[in-house]
Nanobody, 126 residues
């Protein structure tokens, strides 16, 4: 029933920008914290950013703080990740994630989530 569909990934030069979107359906979107995680083969899964259900509290991985901005539009059941000043180390598959709770957790643990998107590839070249 839960469906999360990411879009907006692509290939950009270092320093460029991308905005990822996640269209959510099949659940009460406004009742759950949402987040973004990324996966690189050499590093595995890594938590990136999260936002509480109300959208008035956010948290970001230190390495993306100041460059990435998570937001949500509960009226549109959509989650966003604005990525600026992209670096090659940001290259990964990015996943939209649904927390089981209204609040979020910042440590990387798949047990916090009960919904995942299909992922969208972000590639940043030097």
């Amino acid at each position: 029933e839960v469906q999360l569909v990411e879009s907006g990934g692509g290939s950009v030069q270092s320093g460029g920008s991308l905005t990822l979107s996640c269209a959510a359906s099949g659940f009460a979107f406004s009742n759950y914290a949402m987040g973004w995680a990324r996966q690189v083969p050499a590093k595995g899964l890594e938590w990136v950013s999260a936002i509480n259900s109300a959208g008035d509290s956010t948290s970001e991985l230190d390495s993306v703080k100041g460059r990435f901005t998570i937001s949500r539009d509960n009226a549109k059941n959509t989650l966003y990740l604005r990525m600026n000043s992209l670096k090659p180390e940001d290259t990964a598959v990015y996943y939209c994630t649904k927390f089981k709770t209204t609040w979020y957790y910042t440590n990387t643990y798949s047990g916090w989530y009960d919904g995942w998107g299909q992922g969208t590839q972000v590639t940043v070249s030097s």
